[in-house]
């Protein structure tokens, strides 16, 4: 059975030449360490360069071990820079973009390229877009906030309507380069933080009306849903108690919840089997980080676990990656 891993990351060497031009830009700059390199972002937090991050070819021998058919390649999130002027994220997203579309026209069988856009200026974003999926690529990874604006308010919309009209997956990524008091300690702003901003950001998603607006949205919460799953039973009762909640959508919040896909990053065998479960295995899809720590070492394994039917195994492994990419078989 062919397998789509719908959430990794990729930093292609056009982008790594860019920022090592023009890094001063983007508060980040490249330094090495005991032989490696790395980049250093706001002076405070270090991520690597070398190896499979950046070498493409690395990374066949790792899917095949892992059974994995195919990756839908997504840039590292801090390359997403929603603090950055939005010329200077149009700049970088341009370059992602070509490299990616580049990369996967070299190698369509094992890569289907996602998107990155300046979402700091929602019509050059829609641009973008529409400029990404004329070069093939197949979805666009976004951050659930732009530093303090977020993505139900007015100005998106025109980036909302161009995704739908598109047809191209939304992969909502959170990422805090540089967190803040407690998120700042024991990783916190991985563990803890990311889920907290996923979970937000597709609550006003729903309350906001961005999903009845646009009911052919296709959005991918990565890490599980973050904490939406927690949050939904909440959200209906906002839903039946304030008024403010009913202003933007006529039903109640969860039965919004079939316009999101999940991934599997979860951490917890038991969680994920229970939110297939809830939600069915129509919603989720494959999911590794690969190759940064923090993902799964074992992506196909942790479905095969679950004892699933074997259709519903499919669908997860990928059946609901092609529908999302709009692959064919």
Known sequence: MDVIDMH????????????????????????ERDGRRFFLIHESAMRPIDGAI?????????????GVTAQAISCVPFLMYPDVEADCGLAIA???????????????????????????????????????????L????????????????????VFWEAAETLEMAVCIHPFEAAPTGALARYFLGNLVGNLYDTGLAAALLIYGGVLERHPKL?????????????????????YRLVPECRNAIPRPPSTYVPQFHFDIIAHNRAMLGHLVSTYGAERFVVGSDYPL???????????????????????????????LLRLGN
């Open 218 to 238: 296709k959005i991918v919460l990565y890490h599980g849903g973050g904490a939406l799953p927690a949050l939904v039973g909440r959200l209906d009762m906002g």
């Open 8 to 31: 990794n990351h990729f930093v292609a060497p056009a982008v790594i030449d860019f920022l090592a031009r023009e890094g001063k830009h983007f508060a980040t700059r490249i330094v």
């Open 138 to 157: 197949r979805g666009v990874e976004i951050p659930p906030k732009v530093v303090e604006r977020q993505l139900d308010e007015a100005d998106f919309e």
């Open 94 to 136: 341009q370059v992602n973009n070509d490299a990616m579309a580049a990369l996967a026209s070299s190698d369509p069988a094992h890569f289907v390229p996602l998107a990155s856009v300046p979402m700091q200026n929602p019509a050059t974003a829609a641009k973008e877009l529409e400029r990404a999926a004329k070069l093939g």
């Open 54 to 66: 950046s070498d493409a070819s690395l990374r066949i021998a790792d899917m095949d071990r892992e």
């Open 293 to 323: 720590p923090a993902g799964l070492a074992h992506p196909v394994e942790e479905v095969k676990a679950l004892g699933l039917s074997s259709a519903d195994e499919e669908k997860i492994l990928v059946a609901n990656a092609r529908k």
